[in-house]
Each structure stands twice: as structure tokens, then as C-alpha cells.
């Protein structure tokens, strides 16, 4: 038997020939259609049988391509019969059931051809034809399919690998924070525990040693309060679990009762605390009062703790988005700034001065005391009350400026905020 | 004219703990004590043979040797490295987590570690004449 180079390059046209009707009937499959042409004519490149078959072949497929579906059956029912077979190719590629899907498409050309050709031998050469043409686009499918399925098993390790280093990372972090915590917590233990068992012990050498042992374990036993405190409110916010209120909060009397706090402190050292917004009015906030406040004391009582010489400033300001597409500014937020003319943070500290128990110097930290949640908790409360928080270098050249910011309550008629004359706050003891 | 008391070199960076060290150490056991940050003060007394054990805390945050911050582990093996005779040392610390005490004294050759809070001076002063009588 000889072997023929069957599928010429008439072949060729007349199978982009058949890709209108594809279109028409396939618009989804169309283009993968064209795209799979030479691989069809590699197929029918090699083809055994006679000469005679070729030339029916050709005459068949030139039928086929002339008119499938407008000889046999009506427009409307071809149509219809192409519209369910595409449906079940489709139900059963969602489904994943390739085979059945191939099954179903066979069937359904065999039916369509046995009807189309009812002649013996030329329905044979042409179901021959058109069933390997289908079982390569099928196969491509499949293996389409299968590249797909394979590429989506590998992104979902890779999304499960992920997730379980950062599950893995989560648990590191937690160990170390506790591992944090229980070291914190022993340090002023030590002092409360030691200096009691001292004093019930009878090794103090005067009534003044007692009361001064006392007073060291007065002042752990506060730190210790404070830092108790610090962690709920770290262990809160990271589950999730603090509830702030959303009040219209006015600044001012936010300011009025922070800066006292810290205005003892301050005096002591002799810092100039002045408030730059004295006598000004200061819009209302929407924020959680007590939070607020809580941020505000952090930042002022760590710019007190880290200046030893100047002045510890806060100061308001009104930040105004660009303007409206009548141009009208809009001031959408307020920006509070605390600044010290201190031993500010090395540039590349900046960054992690906000992370749990970062500690820009420790050893000057161990003698002004604080674990490094200030800054952490106040960075998640203003985030939480929908602000931002930042540092950046003292406008002095000395020390560091500490901001945050707050949603305006609602649109508010506000004056300008004028620079006010400077006022130093007096410590009222 | 009574012995001259023992001498005990205390290494601690925070100053109540240290302070807390001094005064049960020397009221509830009669030693002298040493408290410094300094690692040249160390190496000068413990070189001039006048410490006769060593108390030291795991994290330091002042303490310097060759430029950089070293901790109670490399602090000990510097220690032991240029001490003439062997010095018994203590290492004391809050780090309490779980595998802490083994891997502290493997890493540091130091003789024994105790766990803070460290707060009964009878304790502490049995623990520290212990170390003075095996050595």
C-alpha cells in the first residue's frame, strides 16, 4: 500500500475555510481553532490508502465544509444540535470530566456525520477524518486542561507553602514576645520581691534605708502596672479585640488634660513645655477620648523622658486635601506634633521605632525605664481611630518631631489656625 | 583583726537589681562587693586576684569589649579566658524560657545560673558559698 502526502496546502484552505462556520458555532473554540491548523496538517500529512481515497477524501471534506449542516438538517436544528453538544463540552470541562466530555463530542459527530454522509465508505473516510481532527483538539484540550489543573495544584503549594511560613513566622514572633514579656516582667519583680524580703529580714541598717528600699519598690511596682498594662493593650488590639468608641472628641480639652501630666515631670527637668495652640480654636476630632489621650500622653511623656536640655513643643494643624473639583480646600484631618529638642533617633532607626519593643539606645533605656510599647500601642490606636503616625527630625536640627493625625468630626467652620503666641505650660502640682 | 571578707564582682545593668545584690550579699553574708559595667575594671580586679566569684547578669546593655556590646555568655568566656586562677561564676538572669537555663550554660562555661526574679538573700548567699566550696 502506498503512503501519501494527503493533507496538501488545499487541504490547508479548506480547513481555515471551515473557520467562519466555526466561528459562528464555536465562537470561544474559534481561535484556538486557527491556532491548532498546523497541527491538524501534521497530522493528515501522512496518510495511507490509495489514490482514490485521497481524492474522496478531498471531495467529502470539500462537501463537509461546503454545506454540514444546511444539507441534512435544517439551519435552526443544526444550530441547535451544535449549541447542545458545545454545552456538554463545556459542562463536562467545569465539571473536570474530560473523558465524558470527549465521550459526548464523539458521539454527538458520529451522529451528525452518519446523518450527513449515509453513504458506506465515504462516511468512513470522513468520520476517520473528522474523528482524529477532533480527538487532537480534544487531546489539546486535555492536555490544556491538565496544564491548567497542574499550574493551579502548583500556585495552591505555593500559597500553602506561604502560608505556613507565616504561620511559622507568627509563632516565632509570639514566642519572642513572650519571651519579651517574661523577661520585663521579672526586672521589677526582682526589685519588689528582693527589697521587700530585705526589709521583713531585718538587713536594713537605718529606718531612712527602709524608706528608701520602699520607695524603690514603690516606683517598680509602678513601672510593673504600666507595663501590665501596656501588653493587655498590645494582646487587645492584636486580636482584634479592643472596642474604641467613635465620639466627637474636642482637642482642646484632649490637650488640657494631657499636658498637666507630664508638665511635673518636665519642671523637674527643667523643659520648657509650651503648648503652641494656647488660645487657639482647635477643631472637634472623631476619635475614642480616652485613646486619644492615652496616644498623646505616650508621645509627650516619652519626648520628656528623652530630653534632658530645651523644650518639649505640641502643636495642631489643619491638613487640607488638594482641593475639590471646584477647588475648594477641604481640611479633612487634623495633625498633631509633639516636638523635643532631645536626643532624637538615628535615621536608620526611624523605621523601627514603632515596632514592640524597639529600643532605640537600651542601655539608656534601662535607666529612664519602659519596655517599648508606647510607641507601638499608639501607632495601632491611631490606625484604629483612622490616622497616621510619623517621625522626623526636629525642625531645631535637635531632637525628633513626632505626629499623628485625626478625622475632623464633620465639616466644621474653623478659623485658620493662626501660629499662635507661644505659651509655656505651668506644672500645677 | 577579722579575715578579710570574700569578694564578689556583681555585673548588672540595671541598678535596683544590682543594688539588691550588694546589700543582701554583703548584710546577710558579710562578702565585699565589686559593681561594675566596665570591663576593664573587671579584668583589672580579677587579674589582681581580688574577685572570688562572679555574679553576671545574661543581658547587658553598657557593657563594651573591643568596640561592640557583649552579653553575660561571651562576658563569662572573656572572664574565665584571662582570670589566673578559676573563678567560680554565676549567671543570673530573667531569661527563664523554657531550654534557656541549658543553652545559657553550655554557651558560656559558666558554673551555675539562677533564674530571676532572685529575691531571698539566704538563697542566693547558699548558692554563691556552694560555688566557693567545690572550687
Given at each position: 500500500?502506498?503512503r ?19 466561528e459562528?458555532?464555536?465562537p ?19 496518510f495511507?490508502?490509495?489514490e ?24 435552526a ?12 463540552v ?22 451528525c456525520l ?7 465508505e ?12 477532533l ?27 506561604r ?18 514579656v ?15 524580703k ?24 509602678q ?9 493587655l ?9 479592643l472596642?474604641?468608641?467613635?465620639e ?14 507630664v ?76 516636638e523635643?529638642?532631645g ?5 536608620e ?46 525642625k ?13 468630626a ?20 | 583583726?577579722?579575715?578579710k571578707p ?14 539588691f ?39 547587658l ?6 568596640g ?10 572573656l ?41 531571698d ?11 566557693l566550696?567545690?572550687?
Amino acid at each position: 500500500m502506498k503512503r501519501y502526502l494527503a493533507f496538501t496546502e488545499e487541504d490547508e484552505l479548506l480547513l481555515r475555510s471551515l473557520g467562519p462556520r466555526l466561528e459562528k458555532y464555536f465562537p470561544e473554540m474559534a481561535e484556538r481553532f486557527y491556532s491548532q491548523i498546523p497541527f491538524h496538517a501534521n497530522a493528515f500529512r501522512v496518510f495511507t490508502g490509495g489514490e482514490e481515497q485521497i481524492v474522496r477524501l478531498k471531495q467529502t471534506l470539500q462537501r463537509w465544509a461546503g454545506g454540514l449542516f444546511t444539507g441534512v438538517y435544517d439551519q435552526a436544528y443544526a444550530e441547535e444540535r451544535f449549541q447542545i453538544g458545545y454545552r456538554h463540552v463545556r459542562i463536562g470541562l467545569e465539571q473536570k470530566y474530560m473523558i465524558s466530555a470527549m465521550g459526548v463530542v464523539r458521539a454527538f459527530f458520529n451522529e451528525c456525520l452518519l446523518q450527513e454522509f449515509p453513504q458506506g465508505e465515504q462516511q468512513h473516510v470522513v468520520a476517520l477524518a473528522m474523528g482524529k481532527i477532533l480527538d487532537l483538539d480534544l487531546n489539546l484540550m486535555c492536555e490544556s486542561y491538565m496544564h491548567a489543573t497542574v499550574q493551579n495544584l502548583r500556585s495552591l503549594n505555593e500559597q500553602m507553602e506561604r502560608a505556613n511560613r507565616d504561620l511559622a513566622e507568627a509563632s516565632q514572633s509570639k514566642d519572642e514576645f513572650l519571651a519579651h514579656v517574661s523577661h520585663e516582667l521579672r526586672t521589677p519583680l526582682n526589685s519588689i520581691l528582693g527589697f521587700t524580703k530585705l526589709i521583713l529580714d531585718g538587713l536594713c541598717s537605718s529606718p531612712e534605708e527602709e524608706r528608701q528600699l520602699l520607695h524603690d519598690v514603690f516606683a517598680s511596682a509602678q513601672h510593673l502596672l504600666g507595663l501590665v498594662n501596656d501588653i493587655l493593650d498590645i494582646g487587645r488590639i492584636e486580636a482584634g479585640k479592643l472596642a474604641l468608641q467613635s465620639e466627637t472628641v474636642s482637642l482642646r480639652a484632649v490637650l488640657d488634660s494631657t499636658l498637666p501630666l507630664v508638665a511635673i515631670t518636665a519642671a523637674e527637668k527643667s523643659l520648657s513645655l509650651i503648648d503652641a495652640t494656647a488660645g487657639v480654636a482647635l477643631p472637634m476630632v472623631r476619635a475614642d477620648e480616652v485613646r486619644l489621650r492615652q496616644v498623646l500622653l505616650n508621645l509627650l511623656s516619652n519626648a520628656v523622658k528623652f530630653t534632658n536640655y530645651g523644650s518639649v513643643t505640641v502643636r495642631a494643624l489643619l491638613n487640607t486635601n488638594p482641593g475639590d473639583e471646584f477647588g475648594v480646600e477641604q481640611p479633612t484631618l487634623v495633625r498633631v506634633e509633639v516636638e523635643d529638642t532631645g536626643i532624637g533617633v538615628p535615621p536608620e532607626k526611624r523605621n523601627s521605632i514603632f515596632e514592640k519593643f524597639f529600643q532605640v539606645d537600651p542601655s539608656n533605656s534601662r535607666r529612664v525605664g519602659g519596655a517599648g510599647l508606647g510607641l507601638a500601642i499608639s501607632r495601632r490606636l491611631v490606625e484604629l481611630m483612622g490616622g497616621k503616625i510619623g517621625l522626623e527630625e526636629g525642625k531645631s536640627g535637635r531632637g525628633i518631631l513626632v505626629w499623628f493625625t485625626a478625622p475632623l468630626a464633620s465639616q466644621q467652620s474653623i478659623d485658620t489656625l493662626q501660629p499662635p503666641a507661644p505659651k509655656a505650660v505651668r506644672a500645677t502640682k | 583583726m577579722p579575715a578579710k571578707p570574700l569578694s564578689i564582682l556583681i555585673v548588672e545593668d540595671h541598678p535596683l537589681i544590682a543594688k539588691f545584690y550588694r546589700l543582701a550579699l554583703e548584710r546577710a553574708g558579710g562578702f565585699a562587693c565589686i559593681v561594675t559595667e566596665k570591663v576593664d575594671e573587671m579584668l583589672a580586679e580579677i587579674e589582681a586576684g581580688r574577685v572570688d566569684l562572679a555574679i553576671l547578669d545574661v543581658s547587658l546593655s553598657a557593657t563594651e569589649w573591643e568596640g561592640r556590646n557583649i552579653d553575660g555568655v561571651e562576658l563569662a568566656r572573656l572572664l574565665r579566658e584571662r582570670s589566673p586562677g578559676k573563678i567560680p561564676i554565676l549567671l543570673a538572669t530573667a531569661h527563664a524560657m523554657a531550654g534557656d537555663r541549658e543553652r545559657l550554660l553550655a554557651a558560656s562555661g559558666a558554673d551555675d545560673y539562677l533564674e530571676k526574679p532572685i529575691y531571698d538573700a539566704k538563697q542566693l548567699i547558699e548558692k554563691v558559698l556552694q560555688l566557693l566550696r567545690r572550687n
